[in-house]
């Protein structure tokens, strides 16, 4: 019996302690933080800006001003909480005598046949700058591309201003200089 006994109670211990060495479950506490939604920021502009640039033209100095505002008269573009107004752009020449040579406001109407229907939905007219003169012509750098102004998407266009006032718009392959011959070229 005592043999019984010494095997016993070491078994009869560790039976015991088996339950008490099991590693206790702790109830698990998912915390999911509620989603924050959007407030909505209304539609949004990409600025108002005017600049006045001399540029040497036709052997004179011709003042240009550039003055971009937000077109609320048109439907935004974009969608939700991303919407955006567009823009018109207003192009003044003035002559060395201060008399106005030209002065037209642009939109994106004005770029339409050079830009497909889902690009026009999601764009808007960027700016209109002035690069250069040469001979007749005064040309202007333009854009139209996502309102965004972390992004990159625009296409690239250059407006040519003859001496006579007559305006012609090619889309062009960089922003920067004249694409006299590039693309299709229509008198606006």
């Known amino acids: 019996m005592k043999k019984f006994f010494y095997v016993f109670i070491p078994i009869f211990a560790i039976t015991l302690a088996l339950p008490g ?16 939604s959007e407030k909505p920021r209304g539609i949004q502009s990409t ?4 600049q006045t640039m001399d540029m040497p033209w036709i ?11 937000a077109d609320k008269s048109v439907n935004p573009v974009g969608e939700g909480n991303h919407r955006y107004y ?15 040579f030209f002065d037209r406001t642009f ?19 960027l700016g209109i700058v002035p690069t250069e003169a040469q001979g007749d012509y005064l040309f202007l750098a333009a854009s139209v591309g ?3 102004a972390l992004s990159d998407d625009f296409v ?9 006032g007559d305006v012609s718009i090619t889309r062009s392959s960089t922003i ?7 693309g299709d070229e229509d008198g606006v």
């Not at 567009?86 to 106005?100: A, F, G, K, L, Y």
């Open 107 to 125: 939109t994106k109407a004005d770029f339409q046949p050079y830009l497909d229907e889902a690009y026009l939905k999601r764009s808007v007219l």
């Open 146 to 148: 996502a309102p965004d």
């Open 176 to 182: 920067d200089e004249p694409s006299e011959g590039e």
């Open 21 to 36: 060495c099991q590693k206790k479950q702790e109830p698990q506490v998912i915390v999911v933080h509620k989603p924050k």
């Open 47 to 50: 600025g108002n800006y005017s």
């Open 156 to 164: 690239p266009f250059t407006v040519k201003l003859s001496r006579m």
């Open 59 to 69: 052997g004179k100095k011709y003042k240009v001003e550039t003055s971009r505002k």
């Open 86 to 100: 567009n823009n018109t752009i207003r192009i003044r020449v003035i002559r060395p005598d201060n008399t106005v």
